[in-house]
């Protein structure tokens, strides 16, 4: 079974996920990833690019041209969770930990208010 990787902060912005994104492309591709994660497979947080990020413009040769500020988007919702990057866990039980200890909580605009898609969330 396919282990899907993830950014840590990807777990926020699928909570908010919607049919936006940077292209058609993109949105399409991230629209499936959705779909793949409700079936719970297990994923691995990544350290960075992850499978979604393989349809993004900001996805270079393999690396992100917002490196560092993604990265920071990242150890926040790590921090935040409870968890490292490369932890492997079932979807559901980190949709569940970013649901409880971010959003719930009122700390999203703490981890990415500076994002781009901010209006979104």
Not at 71 to 83: E, N, Q, S
């Amino acid at each position: 079974m396919k282990i899907y990787r993830i950014r840590a902060h990807h777990g926020m912005c699928l909570a908010f996920f919607q049919g936006n994104g940077y292209s058609e492309e993109f949105t399409e591709h991230m629209g499936k990833i959705k779909q793949e994660l409700e079936k719970n497979p297990r994923v691995r947080l990544a350290d960075g690019t992850d499978d979604i990020c393989a349809h993004c413009p900001h996805c270079v040769y393999g690396a992100c041209r917002s490196t560092e500020k993604v990265a920071a988007y990242d150890r926040k919702v790590l921090a935040l969770c409870g968890l490292e990057a490369g932890a492997e866990l079932k979807w559901k039980v980190f949709e569940g930990l970013v649901k409880k200890k971010i959003l719930d909580q009122g700390k999203r605009k703490a981890v990415c208010g500076d994002c781009q898609w901010d209006s979104l969330c």
